[in-house]
């Protein structure tokens, strides 16, 4: 089952064809929730901003992968997970 929103499918399709724009508002959506994890987990400010900027260039490299993304924001966490774990 496709459980990516709609808008934020279309979204996925334009980054995966290099649409900075579209990019930057997935960017925005999501920047402060990887953020607040990775500080929680770090417990250092300086290193969960280090850590939430690779998470969206892992995503910017990855984005020929986007369309096939099925439930994003699951997808977005499990490279955050492993950009704070192996972070520390």
């Not at 920047?31 to 260039?57: C, G, P």
Request: glycine letters at 2%.
């Amino acid at each position: 089952m496709d459980e990516t929103l709609p808008e934020e499918k279309d979204l996925l399709l334009l980054i995966a064809h290099g649409d900075e724009l579209a990019f930057a508002k997935i960017v925005q959506k999501y920047w402060r929730n990887i953020y607040s994890h990775a500080l929680t987990y770090l417990k250092s400010a300086l290193m969960a901003e280090e850590i939430t900027q690779d998470v969206f260039i892992r995503l910017w490299n990855a984005r020929s992968a986007l369309p096939e993304v099925r439930k994003f924001d699951d997808y977005l966490f499990i490279i955050a997970r492993n950009c704070i774990i192996s972070g520390v």
